[in-house]
């Protein structure tokens, strides 16, 4: 069921042709990576790599990503169980948020408006740090 449900993502197109940007917070011990195309939904994953079953890890995605993630967020899915709601329609708060341990939250957010220098500058830097 989790290969299905990861899989399933490959067909959004910021998997397809979307920036990567990815890094670890070694105080929480999580790590994320973020799947942004222009014009489409953005994805942020998040896997909290704590074993221990009392460290749920509590984040703001808004600030460990540099704003990237922005406040409002929707859910798009969470093994091994659903810790927050489930529903697509409401807001989550991406500033005030609970990671179990052991776990992998996907998250989305709506397209953003970007002007087309701010576009093109983020899309050469990416090509370059490759």
């Known amino acids: 069921n ?8 490959r067909q959004y197109e ?7 940007e990815s ?3 070694a105080a ?7 799947r942004e195309a222009p014009g489409h939904k953005g994805y942020v994953t ?19 990503t540099k704003h990237d ?14 810790h927050l709601s489930t529903s697509n329609k ?10 179990h341990p052991q ?4 998250f989305w957010w709506i397209p953003k408006l970007l002007k087309p220098n701010i576009l093109f500058k983020t899309a050469k830097e990416h090509s370059h740090n490759q």
């Open 90 to 99: 409401i807001h989550i708060d991406s500033d005030n948020l609970f990671i």
């Open 23 to 25: 890094s670890y917070d």
């Open 14 to 20: 910021s998997f397809q042709f979307g920036l990567l």
């Open 46 to 64: 998040v896997f909290n790599l704590n074993r221990n079953p009392n460290e749920i890890a509590h984040v703001s995605l808004y600030e460990l």
């Open 28 to 34: 929480t011990n999580l790590f994320w990576l973020i």
């Open 103 to 106: 776990s992998i939250n996907i």
């Open 69 to 82: 993630v922005p406040l409002h967020i929707h859910y798009e899915y969470q093994w091994p169980k659903a």
């Open 2 to 9: 989790v290969f299905r449900r990861l899989s399933n993502l």
